[in-house]
């Protein structure tokens, strides 16, 4: 029978080599010792010289309460004496000195129920193949002067920076705007139905859209002059836009605008007098017959509705589409288009 010296540095020896695969994605945002992180360090006698760190943290910027009796940090750790954890994020309440815990705690646990909804929509609109309303946990301990709000668990299969770091700012996001007087919308955690993106909003999914903005050649070779006119007359557009409030940037995402007015088919309209004018001036020459509304240029929706979302912060929907291409056969329909081609005119001269 092994003894307890034994024992012991055996179990640290299987803990560390249990912890190698979630320290290896801690190495990604915490600058320490990669051989330290990457299991324990022989003492060259067949024992154990320093265990593994107790644990890993990456922490986002802290925010206090109003009243100077909170403070809140986003964090992302890895406990290394519970590899079975994982790695997991969120938001950890702590008591300032001077202040009652149970208190605060009473506090801390209200917030959250104000701001998980408003939370979860974001995560949702931001992780499309991810559905956040049921991945939030919620605390089972109470340290001193310290509470977890809530956490959440990083999934094997997700990238550290991409998913971990996006979503606690994302989280600390919402919690600014609450700690700043903002009226969040309450409910119930939105539910999500399933698209076939890995991530929205986000300045991969801009660059995406950029890049389907283009004039092809005979050869179906990309025109290199064309194509980057086209692309700054988009970027230009989007300036003019904002300036005259058409839409706004929405800081709670990487990359994503918000229109200004009500009437969602507005945007739907905006966009089919943008790409027309970008046609009509020869910047794009991709074509898509729609015989029913006899429209021939081309509108990327599918990647503009990962870019774009409605005046109160809701994705578009392909619907959208139809009811922006259909025919403008009545009097009405042709001026309401003859207004948005002045509008964009107007956006791009701005």
């Given at each position: 029978m092994?003894?307890?010296t034994e024992?012991?540095?055996?179990?640290?020896q299987?803990?560390?080599?249990?912890?190698?695969?979630y320290c290896r994605?801690?190495e990604?945002?915490?600058?320490?010792d990669?051989?330290?992180?990457?299991?324990?360090?022989p003492?060259?006698k067949?024992?154990?010289?320093?265990?593994?760190?107790?644990?890993?943290?990456?922490?986002?910027?802290?925010?206090?309460?109003?009243?100077?009796?909170?403070?809140?940090?986003?964090?992302?750790?890895?406990?290394?004496?519970?590899?079975?954890?994982?790695?997991y994020?969120g938001?950890r309440?702590i008591?300032?000195?001077?202040?009652?815990h149970?208190?605060?705690?009473?506090?801390?646990s209200?917030?959250?129920?104000?701001?998980?909804?408003e939370m979860?929509?974001?995560?949702?609109n931001t992780f499309?193949?991810?559905?956040?309303s049921h991945?939030?946990?919620?605390?089972?301990n109470?340290?001193?002067?310290t509470?977890?709000?809530?956490?959440?668990t990083l999934?094997?299969?997700?990238?550290?920076k991409k998913?971990g770091v996006?979503?606690?700012?994302?989280?600390?996001?919402?919690f600014?705007?609450?700690?700043?007087g903002e009226?969040?919308?309450?409910?119930?955690?939105?539910?999500?139905?399933?698209?076939?993106?890995?991530?929205?909003?986000?300045?991969?999914?801009?660059?995406?859209?950029?890049k389907?903005?283009?004039?092809?050649?005979g050869?179906k070779?990309?025109d290199?002059?064309?194509t980057?006119?086209a692309?700054?007359?988009?970027e230009?557009?989007?300036?003019?836009?904002e300036?005259?409030?058409?839409i706004?940037?929405?800081?709670?995402?990487?990359?994503?605008?918000?229109?200004q007015?009500?009437?969602?088919?507005?945007f739907?309209?905006?966009?089919?007098?943008?790409?027309?004018?970008?046609?009509?001036?020869g910047?794009?020459?991709k074509?898509?017959?729609n015989?029913?509304?006899?429209e021939?240029f081309y509108v990327?929706?599918?990647?503009?509705?990962?870019?774009?979302?409605?005046?109160?912060?809701?994705?578009?929907?392909t619907a959208?589409?139809?009811?922006a291409?259909?025919?403008t056969?009545?009097?009405r329909?042709?001026k309401?288009?003859?207004e948005?081609?002045?509008?964009i005119e107007e956006?791009?001269?701005n």
């Amino acid at each position: 029978m092994k003894s307890k010296t034994e024992q012991y540095s055996l179990r640290l020896q299987y803990t560390a080599e249990a912890s190698k695969f979630y320290c290896r994605k801690m190495e990604k945002l915490i600058e320490r010792d990669k051989h330290e992180l990457r299991g324990y360090i022989p003492d060259g006698k067949g024992g154990v010289r320093s265990e593994l760190p107790a644990t890993l943290m990456y922490r986002v910027d802290t925010l206090m309460s109003a009243d100077g009796h909170r403070l809140y940090e986003f964090l992302i750790e890895y406990d290394t004496d519970t590899p079975a954890e994982g790695i997991y994020y969120g938001c950890r309440g702590i008591t300032v000195d001077g202040y009652d815990h149970v208190q605060e705690i009473d506090q801390f646990s209200h917030e959250r129920e104000i701001v998980l909804p408003e939370m979860c929509r974001i995560l949702n609109n931001t992780f499309p193949l991810k559905d956040f309303s049921h991945r939030f946990k919620l605390p089972d301990n109470v340290d001193d002067d310290t509470y977890w709000l809530f956490w959440i668990t990083l999934n094997e299969e997700e990238d550290i920076k991409k998913v971990g770091v996006t979503a606690t700012t994302i989280i600390r996001n919402v919690f600014r705007r609450y700690l700043n007087g903002e009226t969040l919308p309450g409910g119930e955690l939105p539910e999500k139905k399933f698209e076939k993106s890995s991530t929205c909003f986000t300045d991969e999914t801009y660059q995406s859209l950029l890049k389907v903005i283009q004039y092809k050649r005979g050869d179906k070779k990309v025109d290199p002059q064309r194509t980057a006119e086209a692309r700054e007359t988009f970027e230009r557009f989007l300036v003019g836009a904002e300036h005259q409030r058409l839409i706004a940037r929405d800081p709670n995402y990487s990359r994503a605008w918000r229109m200004q007015t009500k009437d969602r088919v507005d945007f739907g309209r905006m966009m089919m007098a943008l790409f027309e004018y970008l046609y009509n001036h020869g910047l794009i020459n991709k074509e898509f017959k729609n015989y029913e509304c006899n429209e021939t240029f081309y509108v990327p929706w599918t990647a503009l509705f990962k870019v774009f979302l409605d005046i109160d912060g809701n994705v578009y929907t392909t619907a959208l589409k139809t009811q922006a291409m259909r025919p403008t056969k009545s009097k009405r329909m042709e001026k309401e288009k003859a207004e948005w081609q002045k509008v964009i005119e107007e956006c791009l001269n701005n």
